[in-house]
C-alpha cells in the first residue's frame, strides 16, 4: 500500500492518520447524541429537523453542508420549544455560536497555505467546544422544566403549579 503514497510517508504515519480519522468520527458521533438528546426532548410539534437526522453531522465531508442545516434547524427548534414553554433565552439560542462552528468547519476544509489553516482549526475548535457547550446547556435547561413541570407543559399548568 505505501507504495501508492508520496515519498517521505512513512506507514507509522499512515497508522497515525487512519486512529486520527476514526477518533474524529467518534467526537462527531458523541456530538451528534448531543444533538439528538436535545431534539428528543422537543416537542414533535416544535421540532423543525427530526432527532434521527443529527447522526448525518458525522458523514463526512456530506457535514460540511449538513452543519448549517443542524445549525439553522436546532435553533429554529429550541426557540419555538422555548416560546411554547414560556422559558426566558436570547432569540434564536445556539445560532450564533453553532454558524461560527459551521463557517470555520467549512473554511478547514478548503485547501488553504498552511498558517491560515492552522489558524482556522484552533478557531473551529474553539467554537466546536462552544457550541457544543451551549446545546448542552439548554438541554440541560429544557430537562429541568421537563422535571418541573411534565412533558404537556401548557401555561395554565404553570398557574396551577404556582397556586
Not at 81 to 110: C, H, K
Not at 119 to 135: A, C
Amino acid at each position: 500500500m505505501l507504495e501508492y503514497l508520496q515519498k517521505g510517508v512513512t506507514e507509522e504515519f499512515v497508522q497515525y492518520m487512519v486512529v486520527a480519522g476514526i477518533l474524529r468520527i467518534i467526537i462527531w458521533l458523541f456530538f451528534g447524541y448531543t444533538i439528538y438528546s436535545t431534539l428528543k426532548l422537543v416537542k414533535r410539534e416544535n421540532q423543525c429537523i427530526l432527532p434521527s437526522q443529527a447522526w448525518f453531522v458525522a458523514l463526512p465531508f456530506f457535514n460540511i453542508y449538513w452543519n448549517f442545516e443542524v445549525v439553522r434547524r436546532l435553533s429554529d427548534s429550541l426557540n419555538n420549544e422555548f416560546y411554547d414553554r414560556q422559558i426566558e433565552v436570547e432569540e434564536n439560542p445556539t445560532r450564533r455560536s453553532g454558524m461560527l462552528f459551521a463557517w470555520t468547519f467549512l473554511l478547514s476544509n478548503i485547501p488553504l497555505p498552511p498558517f491560515i489553516l492552522v489558524t482556522i482549526g484552533l478557531l473551529h475548535l474553539v467554537y466546536f467546544v462552544t457550541y457544543w457547550v451551549k446545546i448542552a446547556q439548554h438541554r440541560s435547561l429544557l430537562k429541568l422544566h421537563i422535571g418541573h413541570y411534565g412533558l404537556d407543559y401548557k401555561i395554565e399548568d404553570k398557574q396551577t403549579h404556582e397556586n
